[in-house]
């Protein structure tokens, strides 16, 4: 498996938010990929770094804390009126505890 540099993630990240055209676009695409960066930076921070630290200590409770902000940024685009964005946020939060519960508790 390759490894992921730093610095590839970050331009990837900066490259995401740079792009003012895609943030303003009211499409639900737009709002799984907006609703996919938190959860996917979570769970190479988790699974990767913190492994043997974090995780087998707390499970999924790591996964939950990124829900709850994927939700913050939700409620952003909700106050902006992008309903169809909110819709693809909300459609991957819910996949992802979804996944979380099945895969960390089960």
């Given at each position: 498996?390759?490894?992921?540099?730093?610095?590839?993630?970050?331009?990837?990240?900066?490259?995401?938010?740079?792009?003012?055209?895609?943030?303003?676009?009211?499409?639900?695409?737009?709002?799984?990929?907006?609703?996919?960066?938190?959860?996917?930076i979570?769970?190479?921070?988790f699974?990767?770094?913190?492994h043997?630290?974090?995780?087998?200590?707390?499970?999924?409770?790591?996964?939950?804390?990124?829900?709850?902000?994927?939700?913050?940024?939700?409620?952003?685009?909700?106050?902006?009126?992008?309903?169809?964005t909110v819709?693809?946020?909300m459609?991957?939060?819910?996949?992802?505890?979804?996944?979380?519960?099945?895969f960390?508790?089960?």
């Amino acid at each position: 498996m390759k490894k992921i540099r730093h610095a590839e993630l970050v331009s990837a990240l900066r490259l995401i938010v740079s792009n003012k055209q895609m943030l303003n676009k009211n499409t639900i695409p737009n709002g799984i990929i907006m609703g996919l960066i938190l959860p996917v930076i979570a769970a190479l921070i988790f699974e990767v770094v913190m492994h043997p630290i974090w995780i087998t200590a707390n499970r999924g409770l790591p996964y939950f804390i990124v829900a709850a902000l994927n939700l913050g940024v939700l409620r952003y685009f909700a106050g902006k009126h992008q309903e169809k964005t909110v819709q693809g946020i909300m459609l991957v939060t819910f996949v992802f505890l979804i996944v979380v519960y099945f895969f960390r508790y089960k």
